[in-house]
T-cell receptor, first 112, second 114 residues
Framework: KQEVTQIPAALSVPEGENLVLNCSFT??????LQWFRQDPGKGLTSLLL?????REQTSGRLNASLDKSSGRSTLYIAASQPGDSATYLC???????????FGGGTRVLVKP | NAGVTQTPKFQVLKTGQSMTLQCAQD?????MYWYRQDPGMGLRLIYY???????DKGEVPNGYNVSRLNKREFSLRLESAAPSQTSVYFC?????????????FGSGTRLTVV
């Protein structure tokens, strides 16, 4: 059974500092890995999707890497801003059209 | 805007009452899903539908039923609501067989069973 772990569960940084969020998974036979953002009381917003054949994806200040062999993904957020405060979730997909398995999330607070 | 639409956004039920949560997507996605999110438990899959006409159980299907009405719509029914079903419910959709597309989520239904 695939298990996804996100450490730390919570993170607090001053504005301007770079954020590093970690995600690990137990079964390396994944199809895709997706990072989401969730604001309190809101739904999930997709940030980045990394296909199994890719090593990383970038969007603006966000960069996500994927190392399937070690079962790890890292989300980097450069020059953090208070608006980046949210919970960040990673999820893996074992096969196309199959269900997502989520990590528990990392709750981020960026202090002005 | 294209996406996944869930109704209602909020609902309070009494124990034993029934209700149906509605979900519709306009992205021509093949697969649709229902998740529930609870504090400390994360997001857990209730049911999913890989394609029109098919449905399968996820991790926590007990107490729920689903209907894939057509390609666009996937509903979740609680036949006899219990306090343990108090949760936030999310519907999602994805394109089957395409590695370039991820999952899109609706904004959620916050359900309280008293």
């Amino acid at each position: 059974k695939q298990e996804v772990t996100q450490i730390p569960a919570a993170l607090s940084v001053p504005e301007g500092e770079n954020l590093v969020l970690n995600c690990s998974f137990t079964d390396s036979a994944i199809y895709n890995l997706q990072w989401f953002r969730q604001d309190p009381g809101k739904g999930l917003t997709s940030l980045l999707l990394i296909q199994s054949s890719q090593r990383e994806q970038t969007s603006g200040r966000l960069n996500a890497s994927l190392d399937k062999s070690s079962g790890r993904s890292t989300l980097y957020i450069a020059a953090s801003q208070p608006g980046d405060s949210a919970t960040y979730l990673c999820a893996v997909i074992k096969a196309a059209g199959n269900k997502l398995t989520f990590g528990g999330g990392t709750r981020v607070l960026v202090k002005p | 805007n294209a996406g996944v639409t869930q109704t209602p956004k909020f609902q309070v039920l009494k124990t034993g009452q029934s209700m149906t949560l509605q979900c519709a997507q306009d992205m021509n996605h093949n697969s649709m899903y229902w998740y529930r999110q609870d504090p400390g438990m994360g997001l857990r899959l209730i049911y999913y539908s890989a394609s029109e006409g098919t449905t399968d159980k996820g991790e926590v299907p007990n107490g729920y039923n689903v209907s894939r009405l057509n390609k666009r719509e996937f509903s979740l029914r609680l036949e006899s609501a219990a306090p343990s079903q108090t949760s936030v419910y999310f519907c999602a959709s994805s394109v089957t067989g395409s590695s370039g597309y991820g999952y899109t989520f609706g904004s959620g239904t916050r359900l309280t069973v008293v």
